[in-house]
């Protein structure tokens, strides 16, 4: 292979998808239909909150891969983790189609994992721990983004308003802040050191290969308990809880995210 034909291979596996852009399109045209009032309130939100989640889905993968790559892996273009492409993914069913119906049942952001890396190509613990680690922290600063507008109040006098009762209320934050709360509630849940998910991912580095090899069987089923236990009513409340805490930080109260969750669910009322 010549180095035109090297160049030419690694920038089509660098080519951002025609299904991110389209993304990126529902993303910015529902957003406009919200923020100025146009159509219905509820049925954007909905593609808003959809379209901006697997958004930051594509781009929690490839924050991975990315940093996968940087570290030493250099197959994950060939993959084509590198595209933004959520059907490139090694699992499009948990990293992309669960997570969604999770939101639209219960609006909690479910974390997936669905690249591949070889980790044999990898040198050093703290380049494994970061690869692991590169993913919810797009999510986090996702929630930073989308948090930080609503609580300074620049969003508070939009044409872009609904009626709820005897209140007029402005769409588009409540719409930035429910996306927010599935971006910190992905975050928490993945930072978990459950064999699984990437708490785990950045912890096992430094585990003896003993410790690493006897947790190695539960690591399909981390996430099937995860999601047990937090359909436990007393413990889906302290996570909410925390969840509604930290967006607090930002100024943001937990009945914007609410208010959100309710326009998002359009069907249902």
């Known amino acids: 292979m ?9 920038s089509e596996e660098r080519r951002i998808s025609p299904v991110f852009w389209v993304l990126l399109g ?4 529902s957003g406009w239909a919200i923020w100025t009032g146009f159509g219905a309130a509820g049925f954007g939100v909905f593609l808003f909150v959809v379209a901006g989640w697997m958004v930051s889905l594509c781009l929690h993968e490839y924050a991975h891969a990315r940093t996968a790559l940087h570290g030493g892996d250099i197959t994950v ?7 933004l492409n959520p059907f490139k993914y090694a699992n499009a069913l948990m990293s992309f189609v669960l997570p969604v119906i999770f939101v639209v049942l219960g609006g909690i ?10 980790r044999h190509r990898i040198q050093g613990r703290l380049k494994h721990s970061l690869i692991s680690a590169a993913g919810p922290l797009v999510n986090l600063a996702f ?15 939009l044409p872009g308003t609904t009626q ?6 402005s769409v588009f934050p409540a719409a930035l802040s429910f996306l927010g709360l599935l971006q910190v509630s992905a975050a928490l849940l993945n930072l978990l050191p459950v064999p699984g998910l990437d708490g785990y991912g950045i912890v096992e580095p430094w585990l003896s ?15 099937l308990a995860v999601f047990i236990v937090l359909w436990q009513s007393q413990v889906n409340v302290w996570f909410f809880n925390l969840v509604y805490n930290i967006m607090g930080l930002f100024g943001v109260k937990g ?3 609410d208010l959100g969750q309710y326009l998002f669910r359009f069907w249902s009322h």
């Open 143 to 157: 929630a930073v983004l989308l948090l930080a507008p609503v609580g300074a109040g620049w969003l508070d006098n």
């Open 77 to 83: 273009g060939a993959k084509g983790y590198l595209t």
């Open 255 to 257: 009945g914007y995210a």
């Open 164 to 169: 709820l009762g005897p209140y007029q209320v």
């Open 26 to 29: 529902i993303l910015g045209t």
């Open 109 to 118: 952001g479910l974390p997936g994992g669905a690249v591949f890396i070889e």
């Open 209 to 223: 290969p003993k410790t690493r090899r006897a947790v190695e069987p539960f690591a399909p089923y981390g996430l």
């Open 2 to 10: 010549s180095f035109a034909d090297t160049r030419r291979s690694n």
